[in-house]
């Protein structure tokens, strides 16, 4: 996109109601309507991975529809995050069902495409498997990244029936292959059983930390999220969401459940607590609908999708106009 060039937004919503029309993210424009975009949302409808509940090939299309009701203005963030920059719906990755490793294969491709292009990727899943292939691609053009992992699950398991790629070992998996930064790695909102101690053991090889589901309970999402930030630095970041992360309270529309979850509301506060990190691209996986009541998981998934973008639009920006920023951020600090 020029940098002259407004970036095209939302259909209006005077004038074509929200339930009106197909449904792209947060009714913009699609990837083919504007040549070139900035922010790609780009669905990967896969579940050939999931150990439990099948149903998340649907998720990205759940989100889209339930981000009919996204507003362009975000006031928690203080920002029209499609008037930064330009956001469009790439559509969708076509992956074989019945081939986990081409489907992996073909993730990558399409990934290194949207890429290329210089467009930072916000990936509707589709089951956690999809992580690999995306954070392969991200690694590519910046190196090692670091990683926020939000789930119930640690997900650095080996393997499933002797399976290497499934939603459970992706990360294990890009640990392997270099393409994370082991200095700045954390899973949040973990808990649950599991098959045993050794887990922990195995995962804090690989250089995760850990903030539990109890942890933010106890500590508070703004001591939570200044830990995360302080912890990624400024290193370039990709933030991975499974929605399972929440309660089923709030999101019961996932594979694999766990008691004693997030609120929507504590895992919207620490995603923009983490704003001024340097985010690269991000997804949000295991929404499965047919599991869900009322889209209560896919409209906690749209919000939260929301919210990254948001992050993601603002901070190009900023790179537009370096001065101003460092002029904002002089004024915020004098404020504090």
């Known amino acids: 996109m020029s940098s002259n060039a407004a970036p095209r937004g939302p259909v209006d919503s005077s004038r074509v109601p929200r339930y009106a029309g197909p449904a792209t993210f947060a009714r913009l424009p699609r990837l083919d309507e504007v040549g070139t975009t900035e922010v790609a949302v780009v669905g990967v409808p896969f579940d050939s991975g999931v150990s439990y509940r099948p149903g998340a090939r649907f998720g990205g299309n759940a989100i889209r529809e339930a981000s009919r009701l996204l507003r362009p203005y975000n006031p928690a963030q203080d920002a029209s995050p499609f008037a930064l920059a330009q956001v469009a719906d790439a559509g969708d990755i076509a992956a074989n069902p019945f081939n986990i490793n081409e489907a992996v294969e073909t993730i990558e491709a399409a990934a290194d495409d949207l890429l290329s292009t210089g467009a930072r990727l916000m990936t509707l899943g589709g089951d956690h498997t999809i992580a690999l292939p995306l954070l392969r691609s991200v690694a590519k053009k910046h190196g090692p990244v670091a990683l926020l992992h939000f789930d119930a699950h640690l997900d650095t398991w080996d393997t499933y029936f002797g399976a290497a790629y499934t939603h459970g070992t992706p990360?294990?998996?890009?640990?392997?292959?270099?393409?994370?930064?082991?200095?700045?790695?954390?899973?949040?909102?973990?808990?649950?059983?599991?098959?045993?101690?050794?887990?922990?053991?195995?995962?804090?090889?690989?250089?995760?930390?850990?903030?539990?589901?109890?942890?933010?309970?106890?500590?508070?999402?703004?001591?939570?999220?200044?830990?995360?930030?302080?912890?990624?630095?400024?290193?370039?970041?990709?933030?991975?969401?499974?929605?399972?992360?929440?309660?089923?309270?709030?999101?019961?529309?996932?594979?694999?459940?766990?008691?004693?979850?997030?609120?929507?509301?504590?895992?919207?506060?620490?995603?923009?607590?983490?704003?001024?990190?340097?985010?690269?691209?991000?997804?949000?996986?295991?929404?499965?609908?047919?599991?869900?009541?009322?889209?209560?998981?896919?409209?906690?998934?749209?919000?939260?999708?929301?919210?990254?973008?948001?992050?993601?639009?603002?901070?190009?920006?900023?790179?537009?106009?370096?001065?101003?920023?460092?002029?904002?951020?002089?004024?915020?600090?004098?404020?504090?």
Do not use: W
């Open 171 to 336: 990360f294990r998996r890009a640990v392997e292959e270099g393409v994370l930064d082991t200095s700045a790695l954390s899973h949040v909102g973990t808990r649950g059983p599991l098959y045993g101690k050794q887990d922990l053991t195995d995962d804090a090889k690989m250089g995760f930390g850990i903030v539990t589901s109890a942890d933010v309970m106890r500590r508070g999402v703004d001591e939570v999220a200044d830990q995360l930030r302080q912890r990624i630095g400024d290193r370039p970041l990709y933030i991975s969401i499974d929605i399972d992360v929440l309660d089923p309270a709030h999101a019961p529309g996932t594979g694999t459940p766990e008691a004693g979850g997030l609120t929507s509301r504590e895992l919207l506060e620490i995603v923009r607590g983490l704003s001024s990190c340097n985010l690269v691209s991000a997804d949000l996986v295991e929404v499965a609908p047919a599991y869900d009541h009322a889209e209560i998981t896919s409209v906690a998934a749209s919000h939260t999708a929301y919210e990254l973008t948001t992050i993601m639009t603002r901070q190009i920006a900023d790179a537009r106009n370096p001065i101003a920023d460092a002029q904002d951020r002089t004024t915020e600090a004098r404020q504090k």
